[in-house]
Each structure stands twice: as structure tokens, then as C-alpha cells.
């Protein structure tokens, strides 16, 4: 089992940043592939970013492409989003989740193990 915990959310203007972070617990975590996903109030979970267990591939929505940046810290089983010129599109809550497998996975579908999320709100 899992468990997952973000982080690091909160109200922010347009064009500014915020990191958020997703601890792991109970399993090895360098073992476990990390995605971010987002919901946004009345519309459906959507892929944010993602990042293989070795670090090594990641990938990015075209919607957040060039301004988010997703890294993971092995050691200190954490994964970061960097979001950087943020839009008030921006705003949802903020989901990490988590599979075993060491390919892209973009659909909510593969994705094993979820946190409870974070709001990030982003103001005009």
C-alpha cells in the first residue's frame, strides 16, 4: 500500500508560482512512477505532468507545457510541481498519484494510488 500527501497549495496572483509537493509512504518509493492531475470545480480530473520512478522521463499537458516543471527527490520519497506564470485557468485542486509501471502513463486509469489533493487558486 501507499500513501500519498501533498502539499504547498494556496492563493496566488496571476503570474505567480507555487511548488507542490507529494510525500510517499509504504512502499519503496523509488520503485513507483508519479503523476499530478488536476480537477477543476464542475469538470472532470485531467492530466497535469508525470515523471517516471527513475526520473529519467517526463512528460507534460500541453495546457501547463513551459511553465510547470515536475522533479522527485528519491532520497526524501517526494515529488515536486514547480508552476510557474500561473493563469487563473490554473485553479482546481491538485492531485498526486502513483503506479509501478516505468512507462508515461497520462490516463487516470493506470494510476494505482491517489492523495487528497490540494487547492491551488489562482486570482486575476
Known amino acids: 500500500q501507499v500513501q500519498l500527501v501533498e502539499s504547498g497549495g494556496g492563493l496566488v496572483q496571476a503570474g505567480g508560482s507555487l511548488r507542490l509537493s507529494c510525500a510517499a509512504s509504504?512502499?519503496?518509493?523509488?520503485?513507483?512512477?508519479i503523476g499530478w492531475f488536476r480537477q477543476a470545480p464542475g469538470k472532470e480530473r485531467e492530466f497535469v505532468t508525470t515523471?517516471?520512478?527513475?526520473?529519467?522521463?517526463?512528460y507534460y499537458a500541453d495546457s501547463v507545457q513551459g511553465r510547470f516543471s515536475i522533479s522527485r527527490d528519491n532520497a526524501k520519497s517526494t515529488v515536486y510541481l514547480q508552476m510557474n506564470s500561473l493563469k487563473p485557468e490554473d485553479t482546481a485542486v491538485y492531485y498526486c498519484?502513483?503506479?509501478?509501471?516505468?512507462?508515461?502513463?497520462?490516463?487516470?486509469?493506470?494510476?494505482?494510488?491517489w492523495g487528497q489533493g490540494t487547492q491551488v487558486t489562482v486570482s486575476s
Open positions: 515523471i517516471t520512478w527513475s526520473g529519467g522521463n517526463t
Open positions: 498519484a502513483a503506479h509501478s509501471a516505468t512507462v508515461i502513463r497520462t490516463s487516470r486509469r493506470s494510476y494505482d494510488y
Open positions: 509504504g512502499r519503496t518509493f523509488s520503485s513507483l512512477s
